[in-house]
């Protein structure tokens, strides 16, 4: 059953591309442009994703992904291609229940944050 929805160009094509976070990953379905999407390809992630959120985390242009899990209260990082794909997950545990993710330059130094909704409130990593 998906859980998270984020709909953003991820191949610089000018066409709005689905992701879905789902219960074994995350799946993806290139946008058409006439708002269809091709057939959705599979990227593994942690189990049991929730909220998704996407933002070039790394400085390579690319659209990179970020997932969270209540359940094992782990995110799970995955580098974009550029082309529509993406590297194998990075898994991370963060705080008691992370269950929403946003991306964002808190700082002001031109790189996006992690910010998680937990259980215990807000949780904020700050990129380097």
């Known amino acids: 059953m998906p859980e998270g929805l984020l709909l ?54 690319n659209v990179d992904l970020v997932t969270t899990n209540f359940k094992t209260s782990k995110i799970s990082i995955l580098k974009g291609s550029g082309m529509g794909g993406f590297g194998p997950a990075t898994v991370c545990q963060v705080g008691k229940g992370a269950y929403e993710v946003a991306l964002g330059d808190l700082n002001g130094d031109a790189k996006p944050d992690i910010v998680l909704a937990d259980v215990d409130g807000l949780i904020v990593l700050l990129a380097k």
Do not use: C, Q, S, Y
Not at 8 to 13: A, E, F, I, Q, V
Not at 35 to 45: A, M, Q, R
């Open 8 to 61: 953003k160009d991820l191949n610089k094509d000018g066409k709005v591309d689905r992701v879905v976070a789902e219960k074994n990953g995350v799946t993806v379905a290139m946008g058409k442009g006439n708002g269809d999407f091709g057939p959705p390809v599979l990227f593994p992630t942690e189990k049991d994703n929730g909220g998704i959120a996407a933002a070039d985390l790394d400085g390579d242009k």
